[in-house]
């Protein structure tokens, strides 16, 4: 068999077709000139929609005219993609009009759920410190666009749904009385995005109305909360904002709420009286992201009284196979997947120094807070816990005893 006859059949297992066409016929043309193997071809293409991707140069300005052998011309491509990635990102190319050709479009639909089942965190891990989330899901897909979201391989993103049996559901689900309850419903889709659409939010504050035991957060990146303003909220909700520096926001959370309009959202519900939280997940790594950081931290700490914020989680970019070639699938400028990869407990995701270098900033950045507000590492190494806090917990379920009391503690002094 011939290298053109064998090609055929290797390109149909590649990413080949997620490429612009003078780019798939420059990748054709070398690969006849230097007959690469069906491993380094592969590799070669990802190459391509990363530069593609990161707005860097296409393969075709990137390709040395001539190399000596295939050897060296794989070699050289993946050492223009690696200096890339380890190097600090910069979005100084990046404006909001590299994402026009790729705006999200989705419809709704309706789906009838057998149960309201309680499930597990969806990203829990037995290898990461983890708090036990428990979680509640009437909405499958987010509305939102942002890059790095674990949710795109969970769900179809063009169909939002809805389950049209959640409240009646809801109803019927038995928990302990004697047991302290914490469930997140920000796991499958935003929680306050889609306001009370099906009745959504009637059916969670009825739930939590019913069920003291319960600390119900709703995570968000969303700054709907008229529902909020105009309702009772029960003690037991707590309302979490998912944070991150204008840069990131901007260039990587399309279609979410801006970093003011979250802090303003989260303002006028502590003023209420609803405790709130805030989590720094992911933290990304660009130029001078330590100090971008640090902006958002100080003026948290500026605006809210800790005694009424329940808790700050650091977590950083941990990705899978599947939504790494999700990414990979879509025609849009990004600078998440241009980080140095390593190995993490079977996932991608920076290396523990660089982890140490981030969380380490931002909790000692937020030090006025330490005596008042939970913090808590996102599934990450258990080893990073001692570094950056001082302190470790032996196992996951004394971390979730030591994050409910907390909890517990701030609602029961709620006035």
Known sequence: MSYKEKFESLIE?????????SSQNFIKEKAFE???????????????????????DDISEIFKEKYSNRKNAFNDIRKKWQALKD???????????????????FSFTKFEGEKA???????????????????????????????????????????IGFDVNFKENLKTLQLDPNETYHI??????????????????????????????????????????????????PKNIICTWSLNTPTIIENEEHLA???????????????????VGFHFHPIVQYENYLEEYAVVYKTLIDSFNPKKVALVSLGTLTFIKPVINKIRSRNFKSKILQMPFEDANGKQSYSLDIKREMFKHAYNTFKPWHKDVYFYLCMENESLWKDVFGYEYISNNQMEDMMKMSYLNKINNLL
């Open 184 to 233: 997140g419903t920000g796991q499958s889709s935003d929680s306050l995005m889609w306001g009370n659409k099906e009745g959504i939010l009637d059916a969670l504050f009825e739930f939590a109305r019913k069920w003291p035991n319960v600390i119900l957060e709703f995570k968000t990146k969303s700054n709907n909360i008229k529902y909020f303003l105009e309702n009772d909220v």
């Open 34 to 56: 230097y007959e690469f193997s069906y491993q380094e071809l592969k590799q070669i293409i990802d190459f391509a929609i990363d530069f593609k991707m990161w707005h860097e």
């Open 13 to 21: 297992k590649t990413n080949l077709n997620n490429l612009p066409l």
């Open 257 to 275: 709420a801006s970093l003011n309009e979250r802090i303003e959202a989260a303002r006028e519900i502590s003023d209420k009286g609803v405790l």
């Open 87 to 105: 190097s600090p990102n910069s979005y100084s190319k990046f404006d909001k009009e590299l994402y026009k050709d790729d705006v999200r479009k």
């Open 117 to 159: 089942a309680l499930g597990s965190c969806p990203v829990a891990s037995p290898n990461t410190r983890c708090c036990n989330l428990l979680t509640l899901d009437a909405v499958q897909s987010c509305g939102f666009d942002c890059s790095y979201c674990s949710i795109q391989s969970f769900y179809n993103q063009d169909k």
